[in-house]
Antibody
């Protein structure tokens, strides 16, 4: 069974930075696009960033452009989300999800358990 | 405000059927068949229920079905069971700068 395990969440002050990781296992990581989806407390799902299987193409929501960077290390089967200049409204559970193929934008077949990011002074 | 519009809540009695709508635009639901539905129980990660408008992953009961007409997609749950009580989200590929858009979610209550 596919496994996705997020880490790196925590409490950070506004304007601060955090890097999330998502360790993947039990599938050929480089063959699949990966996506970060977040969920603010009591709110719905929001697509954040996506990256192709090769890592050569990335996509970001307007709300995080210029602040968040998605990347991956296919040799380590790990997905990352570098979050800079964090805002209170970035507070959410961040999920990593596996797309159905090598290019993002399709269904999310598998999800991690999520990691909580809290931005507060 | 979410890109796709869903009713905040629906309800039904065990054994009944309910339908949840998901209205988008000609930039997403209207022109792409990459519409998916997810089920999320409290404190857990979302689970894929329907993809490509009406296909079900293996293991998802055929009580769950999807359809689309114009800019609106729908999820129908027949033979409601207590365990179906959860939040349901639709999503669609989008030609806008946001690659994927989600609905605001619908809470299903089984009476």
């Amino acid at each position: 069974e596919v496994q996705l395990l997020e880490s790196g969440g925590g409490l950070v002050q506004p304007g601060g930075s955090l890097r999330l990781s998502c360790a993947a296992s039990r599938f050929t990581f480089s063959s699949y696009a990966m996506t970060w989806v977040r969920q603010a407390p009591g709110k719905g799902l929001e697509w954040v960033s996506a990256i192709s299987g090769s890592g050569g193409s990335t996509f970001n929501a307007d709300s995080v452009k210029g602040r968040f960077t998605i990347s991956r290390d296919n040799s380590k089967n790990t997905l990352y989300l570098q979050m800079n200049n964090l805002r209170v409204e970035d507070t959410a559970v961040y999920y990593c999800a596996r797309d159905s193929g090598g290019w993002p934008g399709d269904r999310f077949e598998f999800w991690g358990q999520g990691t909580l990011v809290t931005v507060s002074s | 405000q979410s890109a796709l519009t869903q009713p905040p809540s629906v309800s039904g009695s065990p054994g009944q059927s309910v339908t949840i709508s998901c209205t988008g635009t000609s930039s997403d639901v209207g022109i792409y068949n990459r519409v998916s539905w997810y089920q999320q129980s409290p404190g857990t990660a979302p689970k894929l229920l329907i993809y490509d408008v009406s296909d079900r992953p293996s293991g998802v009961p055929d009580r769950f079905s999807g359809s689309k007409s114009g800019n609106t997609a729908s999820l129908t749950i027949s033979g409601l069971q207590a365990e179906d009580e959860a939040d349901y989200y639709c999503s669609s590929y989008s030609s806008s700068s946001t690659l994927v858009v989600f609905g605001g979610g619908t809470r299903l209550t089984v009476l």
